[in-house]
């Protein structure tokens, strides 16, 4: 449903609802209709709240609309917001980037809780999904004071890579699964080690942070897949 179908939508309750109150006082109508008018009322504040959660991808952005709904509203909103400032673009870039990394490891490990049959590897999964939660919540502060956009959602790419994911199961999952996230990780020492060089203070910071969380998550990563192919040689 459009937004001006929504607006007449809610308007239309809304003239319920004052008929509501009004006949509801002069007591005109019988219990079982003022019931019913009640429950429209109702339904109308719940598909509006409904309305507002889900148009932000099940986010609540704070009020610089730090979360948005896709990887490219989020770098257009920063490419205008930053037009004056290459410097600011490059911190928003570092943000949005170590941000989607970290949706994609969350998603990616729940997908390795459900489907993976290998005890080692969902243990894995659970301990990248508790560190990137951290993570993300530490760039999502960040954003908010440099009135930063963050997507709530994976690029097209790591999308692709989740599709893939999706589609398996057994040995064919736990294999893509490491290859993926070893490779996510070395991209993002990468990436956070350029933000060292480049970024501002607060960025410097914050990428002094995280590196040695992701270099520990990928020492984790190694020693799983070392500890199956072990398990395959016997």
Request: glycine share 6%.
């Amino acid at each position: 449903m459009g937004i001006q179908e929504r607006k007449y939508k809610y308007g239309i309750y809304g003239i319920i609802f004052c008929l509501f109150i009004k006949e509801s006082v002069s007591m005109r109508y019988s219990v079982v209709m003022r019931a019913g008018l009640f429950l429209l009322c109702m339904q109308a504040v719940f598909e509006s709240c409904n309305y507002n959660r889900n148009s932000h991808g099940g986010s609540t952005p704070d009020s610089n609309g730090v979360v948005t709904n896709s990887y490219d509203s989020a770098n257009n909103l920063n490419e205008t917001k930053f037009s004056s400032s290459q410097a600011q673009q490059d911190n928003a870039q570092y943000l949005m980037k170590g941000y989607s990394s970290g949706l994609y490891e969350i998603k990616a490990a729940d997908e390795a809780r459900r489907r993976s049959s290998v005890k080692e590897v969902r243990k894995l999964a659970g301990l990248i999904r508790e560190t990137y939660m951290g993570l993300n919540r530490r760039i999502e502060s960040l954003a908010i004071k440099k009135q930063i956009s963050l997507p709530s959602d994976l690029d097209p790419e790591q999308q692709d890579l989740m599709n893939v994911l999706r589609s398996e199961r057994g040995t064919d999952f736990d294999e893509d699964y490491l290859r993926q996230i070893t490779n996510d990780h070395k991209s993002s020492l990468i990436l956070f080690d350029q933000a060292r060089k480049d970024g501002d203070t607060d960025v410097i910071r914050w990428a002094d942070q995280t590196l040695p969380a992701v270099q520990k998550c990928l020492d984790m990563i190694n020693a799983c897949q070392r500890k199956l192919d072990s398990a395959e040689k016997r």
